[in-house]
């Protein structure tokens, strides 16, 4: 399980701030927008599970809609599955 954190601390409008997260190449979150689903200046946390990486590296990348992206933290837990 990974998780992406992040707050809205620069717009207090839904819409201004809007990104996909694809992790390990598949879309994991579509059209993200903080505000609209936290509010300005609050934390939201998004987790993400049964992310599969198969080469030891996992990539993340934030997709620009409109407005940059805007992450204040990632966290990795490693699941072994023998």
Do not use: Q, W
């Not at 990974?2 to 994991?28: A, L, Q």
């Amino acid at each position: 399980m990974s998780g992406v954190s992040t707050d809205e601390i620069e717009t207090d409008k839904d819409n201004e701030r809007v990104f996909d997260v694809s992790v390990e190449g598949k879309k994991t979150i579509s059209g993200l927008d903080i505000h609209k689903e936290a509010g300005f200046n609050k934390a939201l946390v998004k987790k993400l599970k049964n992310i599969e990486v198969k080469d030891g590296y996992i990539n993340i990348n934030f997709d620009e809609i409109k407005g940059f992206p805007c992450v204040s933290g990632i966290e990795i837990i490693l699941v072994k599955i023998d």
